[in-house]
């Protein structure tokens, strides 16, 4: 006979079951398939496969027991012993990057972009029949960050020590330990980690609740589900709560905990408070919590900040969410017209010029220190924020300009660039072959990453990577990180654009209009400038028949000599300095 407690258990299973997986599952298309056009339809099947692919790398992320409905065949059960030390289960979630630490700050940072992409384009994921895979990741990352915060005031912010990971290049079965969890609390607070995770938690739950900004999106994705909802807003109470009011006061979790620092060290904890104030007025239907966003904006004088959207600053994401909740409810009061001058002054300085950023000579928004260790992140967010904010442009000629701007920098990374690659992993011949990934290269040689084994052992596909370097260069070396490393947050934003291609582009990605070999034939000569290699920091390096013309130089006068020397040094500091050049 059933007991009263195997109903409510059964009523509660039922009320958190996610949306089914399909049966039989997607799985990744061989890479050939990226240099074949589509018919022109919507869906279409090109974006679609894109979609499928970005959602699938997440996948190949895990940490922990693999689901029976695992798609990464080559990919195993890891780090089961993940938060024993101080008794507590924090199995589960996922690697942050191209190793095996587990980090709460940029991981919800990725979950927070994520389902505010899939609030405002979530029909994409409909269309593409990626709906349950995206319900499937969000899960797998939210369930872990549940685990993370196992008490009101208590949050952990990393499992695994860096440096121990960074000393380790192999497979998942073999993972060094002890694997450390590092928290913060009451008494050792960090007002940012605490404040972005709030952020993830009441974003997602707007996206599960259906809590729509404005018709002029497709609409959140098909995943409701009020019980999941209702649990992320609670955690995302207590933690703005736990951000505002420790007793330890309020600070950068890195002085807490120094050991993050390392890896994903904070700036500041200003544009955290206010975008989880802003999530939170939303989730709510607070007014009071809008003008505590607001509030925080004066408080940290974030209006003068003109930089980069991404897991460390949310600043640029701020005028555009404080538009989006003030036009979809005046009673906040918030002024619509007022957000809208301030988003668009940032997003002016991008498109017109004026900002700290600018072109490279192929055309990738750049910004100096930012982009040189992952160039595609400031650009890819950049356009996702422009994209997102066409709708609300106050002229046309706005709408037209960013959404072409926008529409320019995905297609940079779509393989329209000076090297013809598209930078995702196996989604056509020319994509990277050797992304900076210790669980698919196959090697174990950390002294030998580059050629041990030669050729990668698996394809991460989806896999987003850092991107060229500031003279449009892709070197595709394993070990150089800067270019070749993936990262959780590299994929949210072009998850993003992807389901906003989704909904309304016939028209296929630029990458399939790429032929095998694209890429062979523009390989740069040379070795990178960055900071995993410093051999090619004297600039481009000169073409072949550059290199016949200097043969000739002994035979010239000392003259010519030195103003070919002159000549070629004003051309490389025109080229990093100059953005039209």
């Given at each position: 006979m059933w007991t009263p407690l195997f109903f409510v258990l059964l009523a509660s299973s039922r009320a958190f079951a996610q949306v089914p997986l399909p049966d039989p599952p997607f799985l990744p298309?061989?890479?050939?398939?990226?240099?074949?056009?589509?018919?022109?339809?919507?869906?279409?099947?090109?974006?679609?496969?894109?979609?499928?692919?970005?959602?699938?790398?997440?996948?190949?992320?895990?940490?922990?027991?693999?689901?029976?409905?695992?798609?990464?065949?080559?990919?195993?059960?890891?780090?089961?012993?993940?938060?024993?030390?101080?008794?507590?289960?924090?199995?589960?979630?996922?690697?942050?990057?191209?190793?095996?630490?587990?980090?709460?700050?940029?991981?919800?940072?990725?979950?927070?972009?994520?389902?505010?992409?899939?609030?405002?384009?979530?029909?994409?994921?409909?269309?593409?029949?990626?709906?349950?895979?995206?319900?499937?990741?969000?899960?797998?990352?939210?369930?872990?960050?549940?685990?993370?915060?196992?008490?009101?005031?208590?949050?952990?912010?990393?499992?695994?020590?860096?440096?121990?990971?960074?000393?380790?290049?192999?497979?998942?079965?073999?993972?060094?330990?002890?694997?450390?969890?590092?928290?913060?609390?009451?008494?050792?607070?960090?007002t940012d980690a605490a404040a972005g995770t709030a952020a993830a938690f009441a974003a997602c739950s707007n996206l599960y609740a259906n809590r729509i900004f404005s018709n002029s999106y497709s609409g959140p994705a098909t995943l409701q589900n009020a019980t999941y909802a209702a649990t992320l807003l609670e955690h995302a109470k207590q933690l703005f709560t736990f951000a505002t009011s420790a007793s330890g006061g309020q600070a950068v979790y890195q002085r807490s905990v120094p050991e993050v620092g390392k890896a994903y060290a904070s700036s500041g904890y200003g544009d955290e408070l206010a975008i989880a104030a802003l999530f939170l007025s939303w989730a709510t239907n607070s007014s009071s919590l809008y003008q505590q966003a607001q509030g925080y904006w004066q408080q940290y004088s974030l209006g003068s900040y003109?930089?980069?959207?991404?897991?460390?600053?949310?600043?640029?994401?701020?005028?555009?969410?404080?538009?989006?909740?003030?036009?979809?409810?005046?009673?906040?009061?918030?002024?619509?017209?007022?957000w809208k001058t301030v988003a668009e002054k940032y997003f002016d300085g991008i498109v017109y010029g004026g900002g700290p950023?600018?072109?490279?000579?192929?055309?990738?928004?750049?910004?100096?220190?930012?982009?040189?260790?992952?160039?595609?992140?400031?650009?890819?967010?950049?356009?996702?924020?422009?994209?997102?904010?066409?709708?609300?442009?106050?002229?046309?000629?706005?709408?037209?300009?960013?959404?072409?701007?926008?529409?320019?920098?995905?297609?940079?990374?779509?393989?329209?660039?000076?090297?013809?690659?598209?930078?995702?992993?196996?989604?056509?011949?020319?994509?990277?072959?050797?992304?900076?990934?210790?669980?698919?290269?196959?090697?174990n040689n950390i002294s030998n990453i580059n050629t041990s084994p030669p050729q990668e052992a698996y394809i991460l596909y989806g896999g987003v990577v850092g991107g060229p370097?500031?003279?449009?260069?892709?070197?595709?070396?394993?070990?150089?990180?800067p270019e070749t490393e993936v990262a959780l947050d590299y994929n949210a934003p072009m998850l993003t654009l992807a389901a906003m291609h989704v909904l309304n582009d016939t028209a296929d990605p630029f990458y399939t209009s790429l032929k095998a070999g694209a890429y062979e034939s523009k390989k740069p000569q040379g070795m990178p400038c960055d900071e995993a290699y410093t051999e090619g920091c004297g600039g481009p390096q000169l073409s072949q028949g550059g290199k016949i013309a200097l043969g000739v130089i002994p035979g010239?006068?000392?003259?010519?000599?030195?103003?070919?020397?002159v000549w070629w040094a004003m051309i490389s500091l025109r080229r990093e300095h100059d953005p039209l050049y």
């Open positions: 298309q061989n890479a050939t398939a990226g240099a074949s056009p589509s018919s022109a339809a919507i869906p279409n099947s090109q974006w679609s496969s894109l979609l499928g692919n970005l959602l699938y790398f997440y996948e190949a992320q895990r940490s922990g027991k693999l689901p029976s409905t695992n798609r990464v065949k080559w990919r195993n059960d890891s780090a089961l012993t993940d938060g024993q030390d101080v008794k507590l289960d924090l199995t589960g979630g996922l690697y942050d990057a191209g190793d095996y630490i587990k980090c709460t700050f940029p991981l919800s940072f990725t979950v927070m972009s994520i389902c505010w992409g899939a609030t405002d384009f979530g029909k994409g994921y409909d269309l593409a029949n990626q709906t349950p895979y995206l319900d499937d990741m969000l899960r797998w990352s939210l369930d872990w960050l549940i685990k993370a915060h196992p008490a009101n005031n208590t949050l952990f912010v990393q499992v695994a020590n860096e440096e121990v990971d960074n000393a380790y290049w192999g497979g998942d079965r073999n993972i060094p330990s002890p694997r450390p969890s590092y928290q913060i609390n009451d008494t050792s607070p960090g003109d930089g980069v959207f991404n897991w460390d600053n949310k600043t640029p994401g701020l005028s555009v969410l404080f538009a989006q909740i003030a036009q979809a409810n005046p009673s906040f009061g918030g002024n619509a017209s007022t950023g600018y072109q490279t000579h192929g055309g990738l928004l750049y910004y100096k220190g930012d982009s040189d260790d992952a160039s595609l992140n400031p650009s890819l967010n950049a356009a996702m924020l422009l994209t997102r904010y066409v709708p609300l442009a106050s002229t046309q000629s706005r709408r037209n300009d960013y959404r072409n701007y926008a529409n320019a920098q995905l297609n940079y990374a779509l393989g329209n660039n000076p090297m013809q690659v598209p930078y995702i992993v196996g989604a056509n011949p020319n994509s990277p072959q050797n992304p900076h990934s210790a669980m698919a290269s196959g090697g370097d500031k003279y449009d260069r892709f070197f595709d070396i394993r070990a150089d990180w010239l006068t000392g003259l010519s000599i030195f103003s070919l020397l």
